[in-house]
Structures are given as structure tokens and as C-alpha cells.
């Protein structure tokens, strides 16, 4: 499976982007895929995550509220709409998906990983 994310960009506080995951090798269907996000020097952190097959979620309590995850089968694409943005969001965006299904919030259950997309939000 290769991850192609994009979507990142400059935003100001308070406002919003939509990151896109789209993969190609194979379908999605069923793995867990997620998003991750890391700062230089510091752990890549769990963000959010979604069970491909019956729409479960999850998310770290640092976004819940503010960003929301979908997937859309026709494109094999996983969206993370983020609102309300903060600097501390500030950080390059992963995306990933486990080689099976079942939700999990670290990173090392995810075996697929696309390169990251930057997203910086200015104060």
C-alpha cells in the first residue's frame, strides 16, 4: 500500500484545512488507518484513527472536538478536516494504515506510512 497526504499548508488561528489520504496498491478496505503528527525532536504522536470498515473512531483528547476523520471508499482516500486550529498543531501530518483492522492509537500497530504534509498555524 502507498499513502499519498496532502493537504497541508499555512493557516492562521482559528481557522481550518482538509488533509487527504489517498492510497494506491490496494484497497484501504478493512485497516485501521490514521493520522499522526510529529514536531522536530520530538515522538510522532497519535492524532486520530478510523476502523475503515464499520466508521469507528478515535481520537487524542488534544483534538477531539476540533477534528474529525472520515474515509470515502469510492476513492480510497481518508479526509482529517481540522478546525479550530492552534499553533500547537503546528507539525507534519502522517498518515497510516495497519495491516489489519482494529483501532489503535500507536504508531507502531500501523505498517504503512505515507510521507508527511506540513501544516503550520500561525498566532
Known amino acids: 500500500v502507498q499513502l499519498q497526504a496532502s493537504g497541508g499548508g499555512l493557516v492562521q488561528a482559528g481557522g481550518s484545512l482538509r488533509l487527504s489520504c489517498t492510497a494506491s496498491?490496494?484497497?484501504?478496505?478493512?485497516?485501521?488507518t490514521g493520522w499522526f503528527r510529529q514536531v522536530p525532536g520530538k515522538e510522532r504522536d497519535f492524532v486520530t484513527t478510523?476502523?475503515?470498515?464499520?466508521?469507528?473512531?478515535s481520537y487524542a483528547d488534544s483534538v477531539k472536538g476540533r477534528f474529525t476523520i472520515s474515509r470515502d471508499s469510492a476513492k480510497n482516500t481518508v479526509y482529517l478536516q481540522m478546525n479550530s486550529l492552534k499553533p500547537e498543531d503546528t507539525a507534519v501530518y502522517y498518515c497510516?494504515?495497519?495491516?489489519?483492522?482494529?483501532?489503535?492509537?500507536?504508531?507502531?500497530?500501523?505498517?504503512?506510512w505515507g510521507r508527511g504534509t506540513l501544516v503550520t498555524v500561525s498566532s
Open positions: 497510516a494504515a495497519k495491516g489489519s483492522s482494529g483501532l489503535s492509537t500507536t504508531r507502531f500497530a500501523y505498517n504503512y
Open positions: 496498491g490496494r484497497t484501504l478496505s478493512p485497516f485501521a
Open positions: 478510523i476502523n475503515w470498515g464499520g466508521g469507528s473512531t
